[in-house]
């Protein structure tokens, strides 16, 4: 009942930059977190950066002062752009967006995710 779209990933050399973009769609009635995941080979799932309803913030410590999430006026949109990026970012990236549905007496909660971005940077 919740879509979201992913866009923006790609290959790139180390130091350059890429901008990922999550647009979520659906019956949405509310919106209290969206967030990147990220997912290397051989490696577990990683929160990278996540931004509340109230506007916090919150980063994985190596992508702290080179990674900046942001979402647009609507809250349906969400970016990760991404700087100085090195070949340790190299991974499937993931967008995730909680909240409620809309169309329900009671909201139900969701946790929906993307399709996944490859995000490649080579050395």
């Known amino acids: 009942q919740v879509e979201l779209v992913e866009s923006g990933g790609g290959l790139v050399r180390a130091g350059g930059s890429l901008t990922l973009s999550c647009e979520a769609s659906g019956n949405i009635y509310t919106i209290n977190a969206m967030g990147w995941y990220r997912q290397a080979p051989g490696k577990q799932r990683e929160l990278v950066a996540r931004i509340t309803s109230g506007g916090s913030t919150d980063y994985e410590d190596s992508v702290k002062g080179r990674f900046t999430i942001s979402r647009d006026r609507g809250w349906n949109t969400v970016y990760l752009q991404m700087s100085s990026l090195k070949p340790e970012d190299t991974a499937v990236y993931y967008c995730?967006?909680?909240?409620?549905?809309?169309?329900?007496?009671?909201?139900?909660?969701?946790?929906?995710w993307g399709q996944g971005s490859q995000v490649t940077v080579s050395s």
């Open positions: 995730n967006v909680v909240g409620y549905l809309s169309g329900d007496l009671v909201p139900r909660a969701f946790d929906s």
